[in-house]
């Protein structure tokens, strides 16, 4: 009876074709990693590991995103898990979601403990069971906030909070702008433009620009501004779009063109900032050992080395039929184990493939106006005596990894407020493609907040066919389907080769400790 059953299983397999043979000498693909990540002083964790399939055609990896995109920090604790095949073939899916404000023209997102959530016209959290935005309070009148060890930050307003304690108040004169913790220092712009436009630094009386690095932990009261270090700013009105971290700097690229660099307890600049020259960085992304940092007007990131700053050419390219002129890479994100670019100001959606080292245009996000290389941005004619003149240039304003999907959002030059009456060429309807969100689904990708432990953690990595998961020390932290042509790529694995611990395309692991295991059954 046991021979029987086994002939008439074969048969079976047989009559099904080679997919089901392949699915039957499919293995599970285990990668156990435990990791220490010692106190949480804001630092970029990065990459658990990397490994190749015996046979080359699948890069497996998992780590924790460092990225900063004009406003909004990625989830520090969110880790990420890929499987990108090496030929840098995708294949994906993108669903429309419901507008998040039904008046503004713009859409801002950030994800945070596994929730995506919408900015501008009220914070809102994204309900996938219901497939539409509830309005939610938030914390401290302000959406800004980071976990911190088991704790939470909040910044707003020109203050700081800790658990819903205060330990920073506003400056009596002017404004702190754009906090960002990282490497036990709170750092942020003290700006006082004194009603007046930028300019020159020529005395406190006129206004200034400083640039702060305070030493704080989470197990002291407050901010201590008397141990800050800060950095006197040539332009008065400087502020930031992005700040960064690489190793052991905290970067930040100003709204004038400066580059500056906290380390070793002291500022210095790197680039000078022309109040004459546009010269802006959007974004920063850690990528392998380097720092990618979305600019303008050349719409390409550029690498920071922890040197020196390298525009690179080509990274993304400008697609035919538009201008050259005035692009901005607003937005970086990994994905799938991809690189992604968001493009201004016709949108463009770019995925750059680490294996073979090519850039692919996904899309534009945008269905109008038909782009031309005779004008600069969408509507520049239609909008030749409005202020600003640009105000209808598409931007794609959020890359968010949440769990197996890329949440992406759009925007006119800012979120403003729908006007019928003096924007009649974008009426009835075409306005309303300023502030969409967008879900992307590509196979390969799954992201999960993580639960802060003071010590070691397990963490499991699991491929199976038609599957991945990841869990914590044995609870399942997320786990989503397989599909397509990874899938059965996944089905012929049969080892792994090339495994690099604490090493990936998130950057070095910065923790206490790391080791690993794999395992292929």
Request: hydrophobic share 35%; proline share 7%; charged share 20%.
């Given at each position: 009876?046991?021979?029987?059953?086994?002939?008439?299983?074969?048969?079976?397999?047989?009559?099904?074709?080679?997919?089901?043979?392949?699915?039957?000498?499919?293995?599970?693909?285990?990668?156990?990693?435990?990791?220490d990540r010692g106190p949480d002083f804001g630092q970029a964790f990065g990459s658990l590991f990397e490994v190749t399939s015996g046979d080359g055609r699948l890069v497996i990896g998992s780590g924790f995103q460092n990225a900063y995109?004009?406003?909004?920090?990625?989830?520090?604790?969110?880790?990420?898990?890929?499987?990108?095949?090496?030929?840098?073939?995708?294949?994906?899916?993108?669903?429309?979601?419901?507008?998040?404000?039904?008046?503004?023209?713009?859409?801002?997102?950030?994800?945070?403990?596994?929730?995506?959530?919408?900015?501008?016209?009220?914070?809102?959290?994204?309900?996938?069971?219901?497939?539409?935005?509830?309005?939610?309070?938030?914390?401290?009148?302000?959406?800004?906030?980071?976990?911190?060890?088991?704790?939470?930050?909040?910044?707003?307003?020109?203050?700081?909070?800790?658990?819903?304690?205060?330990?920073?108040?506003?400056?009596?004169?002017?404004?702190?702008?754009?906090?960002?913790?990282?490497?036990?220092?709170?750092?942020?712009?003290?700006?006082?433009?004194?009603?007046?436009?930028?300019?020159?630094?020529?005395?406190?009386?006129?206004?200034?620009?400083?640039?702060?690095?305070?030493?704080?932990?989470?197990?002291?009261?407050?901010?201590?501004?008397?141990?800050?270090?800060?950095?006197?700013?040539?332009?008065?009105?400087?502020?930031?779009?992005?700040?960064?971290?690489?190793?052991?700097?905290?970067?930040?690229?100003?709204?004038?063109?400066?580059?500056?660099?906290?380390?070793?307890?002291?500022?210095?600049?790197?680039?000078?900032?022309?109040?004459?020259?546009?010269?802006?960085?959007?974004?920063?992304?850690?990528?392998?050992?380097?720092?990618?940092?979305?600019?303008?007007?050349?719409?390409?990131?550029?690498?920071?080395?922890?040197?020196?700053?390298?525009?690179?050419?080509?990274?993304?390219?400008?697609?035919?039929?538009?201008?050259?002129?005035?692009?901005?890479?607003?937005?970086?994100?990994?994905?799938?184990?991809?690189?992604?670019?968001?493009?201004?100001?016709?949108?463009?959606?770019?995925?750059?493939?680490?294996?073979?080292?090519?850039?692919?245009?996904?899309?534009?996000?945008?269905?109008?106006?038909?782009?031309?290389?005779?004008?600069?941005?969408?509507?520049?004619?239609?909008?030749?005596?409005?202020?600003?003149?640009?105000?209808?240039?598409?931007?794609?304003?959020?890359?968010?990894?949440?769990?197996?999907?890329?949440?992406?959002?759009?925007?006119?030059?800012?979120?403003?407020?729908?006007?019928?009456?003096?924007?009649?060429?974008?009426?009835?309807?075409?306005?309303?493609?300023?502030?969409?969100?967008?879900?992307?689904?590509?196979?390969?990708?799954?992201?999960?907040?993580?639960?802060?432990?003071?010590?070691?953690?397990?963490?499991?990595?699991?491929?199976?066919?038609?599957?991945?998961?990841?869990?914590?020390?044995?609870?399942?932290?997320?786990?989503?389907?397989?599909?397509?042509?990874?899938?059965?790529?996944?089905?012929?694995?049969?080892?792994?080769?090339?495994?690099?611990?604490?090493?990936?395309?998130?950057?070095?692991?910065?923790?206490?400790?790391?080791?690993?295991?794999?395992?292929?059954?």
């Amino acid at each position: 009876m046991n021979r029987t059953i086994t002939w008439r299983s074969l048969l079976f397999l047989l009559a099904l074709g080679p997919l089901a043979v392949a699915a039957a000498e499919a293995k599970t693909v285990t990668i156990q990693v435990t990791l220490d990540r010692g106190p949480d002083f804001g630092q970029a964790f990065g990459s658990l590991f990397e490994v190749t399939s015996g046979d080359g055609r699948l890069v497996i990896g998992s780590g924790f995103q460092n990225a900063y995109n004009t406003r909004y920090r990625a989830d520090r604790h969110a880790v990420q898990f890929y499987i990108r095949p090496t030929s840098g073939e995708r294949t994906y899916q993108m669903a429309e979601l419901p507008r998040p404000s039904k008046t503004l023209v713009g859409s801002y997102l950030f994800g945070r403990d596994g929730r995506v959530y919408s900015t501008y016209g009220g914070l809102k959290k994204w309900q996938p069971k219901s497939s539409d935005w509830a309005e939610v309070d938030s914390p401290g009148g302000t959406h800004e906030t980071m976990r911190l060890g088991g704790g939470l930050l909040t910044f707003g307003a020109s203050r700081v909070r800790y658990n819903g304690r205060s330990i920073l108040e506003p400056p009596k004169q002017g404004s702190y702008q754009l906090f960002f913790y990282a490497n036990g220092h709170l750092c942020f712009y003290h700006v006082h433009r004194n009603g007046k436009p930028y300019r020159l630094f020529k005395n406190e009386a006129d206004g200034f620009s400083l640039l702060f690095a305070c030493p704080w932990s989470p197990d002291q009261p407050r901010v201590d501004l008397a141990k800050a270090k800060t950095l006197r700013l040539p332009v008065v009105g400087e502020t930031t779009f992005a700040w960064g971290q690489l190793g052991g700097q905290v970067v930040t690229g100003s709204n004038i063109g400066g580059f500056y660099v906290f380390e070793n307890g002291r500022w210095r600049m790197i680039l000078e900032p022309n109040i004459n020259v546009s010269y802006q960085l959007y974004s920063s992304l850690a990528f392998h050992d380097r720092l990618l940092m979305g600019q303008y007007p050349t719409g390409r990131v550029f690498s920071y080395d922890g040197e020196k700053i390298t525009d690179l050419k080509g990274w993304p390219p400008v697609p035919k039929g538009v201008s050259g002129s005035a692009r901005e890479a607003q937005t970086t994100t990994i994905y799938g184990g991809d690189l992604f670019v968001g493009v201004w100001p016709w949108a463009e959606l770019w995925r750059y493939n680490p294996d073979q080292r090519r850039w692919h245009f996904a899309q534009r996000m945008f269905k109008h106006p038909v782009p031309s290389a005779n004008i600069t941005h969408p509507y520049d004619l239609e909008n030749a005596n409005g202020t600003p003149r640009n105000r209808w240039g598409q931007r794609v304003t959020s890359l968010v990894p949440s769990g197996p999907d890329l949440f992406i959002a759009t925007s006119a030059k800012a979120p403003y407020q729908w006007d019928a009456e003096k924007f009649p060429f974008l009426a009835p309807d075409k306005w309303k493609s300023y502030g969409k969100v967008y879900r992307m689904t590509m196979p390969g990708h799954l992201a999960a907040p993580t639960i802060w432990t003071d010590g070691s953690t397990t963490m499991e990595f699991e491929l199976q066919p038609g599957q991945m998961s990841i869990r914590q020390d044995g609870k399942l932290l997320a786990t989503t389907k397989l599909t397509g042509p990874l899938s059965r790529q996944l089905a012929g694995v049969k080892s792994l080769k090339n495994i690099q611990w604490s090493k990936g395309i998130y950057g070095p692991f910065t923790g206490r400790s790391l080791k690993g295991t794999t395992q292929t059954q």
